[in-house]
DNA sequence: TCAGTATCAAATGTATTCATATCTCGGCTG
DNA sequence: CAGCCGAGATATGAATACATTTGATACTGA
């Protein structure tokens, strides 16, 4: 039995291409993906677009129109509240059974690092948060507390839920007034990681969990907050633009 | 825009057989699928084989392989109960939700009305249970109260979640012994059933969370009681059989 | 005998062609 | 004038031929 493949680069390409496209606004939500345009539009056959759009659905950034064919997922500001709230009940399972069943030294080491350097995105005071560093850390924190428990299945399933919803601070603090709201917040958000860590190493499952649930919903008011606070930025970034941390699956 | 697709009569009979033969056991967890052995096998193409396998990697039921191709995932007893542990979070984050947010008299009455057809498969004494009808309305029940809250992602996520793992009861009961347990065991399922919808009426969240949370604990101790009773089962019962109740997106 | 290399076969990737379903549009008919 | 029906356009479904990658094996030389 050879476990082998063919080429797969221009699959790879149209993927690439593809989900970039998807996740830059690219084509508002419930547009239809056609495969012949894109095909053309890409320079490769129908069959890899076929095969792309099959793994951007897997990922969550397309569905199966109903008679066949491909839209692109619309998000909209509930979505992406309720997305909020389901991924704090995921985290909050994860980390409870983190706690409950005991986790390796590896992993334990792993997700302290990650904090360690998030701290360090901190600077010297409360005016030098480095958010893209921050954001892209604090994604990695959150895939690494669903991976705790050790279940594939569960990690799997919380990975996949907790991927799909997350805003990236940056793209969307106009004023000065959100920007200083968002730091303290961060520092508060930072104080809550290292509590759940805290939590999971002495075994406290429940209050592991509580705090976990705590942090989304904190994650949760601030997006309300910013989102309240101008209307126009609630119209203005497009809600496929806050989905999609650490989605990729490369290799 | 033609709104179109073309004929699918393929892909559909390669999906449909392969699910069937998954969820039979057919394939040994990790098993690996080859396209033109299954092609030659049902008779068409590579072309439907390949779009059925995508279709079931995005049910659950099969993974990529690294280097391509399509393996069949596996469960082993741990992702069972993990799954299981999964799913009363995920019911317990629904059941909540419609609560807190209030449920379209709609939805109350579908519900209501299939825990009304769960009451009638117990008949009318405790030796008289209808198991396959009532693990088929369970699916429905299960489903449509993932579905409460309203919220598009928030739904599609949770029922994805939801329907991964479930046992068919009836495929694995034995002896006498076990199958008198599982009768007690439904009617105290059945009595929090009832119990879910009325905190969900009261609008009483937090309770209709525990409730459903502890139904979820309940059916984690019957599987964990047969499967322990009689080791033979864990061993004879392909995990995979447990998996995918509803899981079907025909049309 | 072992190691390294070359060759082959097996499996998937890609392109192309044909088939088929359905949506649109125009014309016919009541 | 409205509604229905049929033909054409369009998009996806399916089949097939060819390309490419990679694992396995056999052969050769040390």
């Known amino acids: 039995m ?3 493949t063919g080429a797969n680069t221009h699959t790879k390409r149209a ?3 593809l989900r970039q496209r998807i996740l830059s606004g690219a084509f508002p939500g419930g547009t239809r993906l056609f495969e012949v345009a894109l095909a053309e539009d890409l320079q490769v056959s129908r069959t890899p677009v076929r095969e792309a759009m099959s793994r951007l659905t897997e990922e969550g950034l397309l569905e199966r129109a109903r008679n ?3 839209l692109v997922r619309s998000f909209d500001f509930a979505d992406v509240l309720d997305a ?3 991924r704090g009940v995921l985290e909050g399972t994860a980390a409870r059974l983190a706690a409950e069943r005991g986790v390796s030294d590896a992993r334990l080491k792993e997700i302290s690092e990650i904090v360690r350097q998030l701290d360090t995105c901190f600077g010297n005071g409360p005016d030098d948060v480095d958010f893209d560093a921050y ?3 604090n994604g990695q924190y ?3 507390l669903a991976a705790l428990p050790g279940s594939a299945t569960l990690e799997r399933e919380i990975a996949r839920a ?3 919803p997350f805003a990236s601070p940056s793209a969307f603090l106009p004023d000065r007034r959100q920007l200083s709201a968002f730091r303290r917040s961060l520092g508060l958000a930072q104080d809550q990681h290292h509590q759940i860590i805290h939590a999971i190493v002495r075994r406290e499952g429940a209050r592991a969990e509580a705090l976990a649930r705590e942090h989304a919903c904190a994650a949760r008011r601030n997006v309300e907050y910013i989102f309240s606070a101008d209307s126009s930025v609630a119209q203005t970034v497009p809600a496929l633009a806050l989905v999609g941390q650490g989605n990729r ?3």
Do not use: P
Request: aromatic share 4%.
């Open 142 to 144: 959150h895939l690494v």
């Open 2 to 4: 050879v476990e082998n």
């Open 15 to 17: 993927l690439e291409e």
């Open 162 to 164: 907790t991927r799909l």
């Open 68 to 70: 066949g064919g491909f």
């Open 84 to 86: 909020i709230e389901l």
């Open 135 to 137: 954001s892209e850390l």
């Open 249 to 251: 699956n490369d290799d």
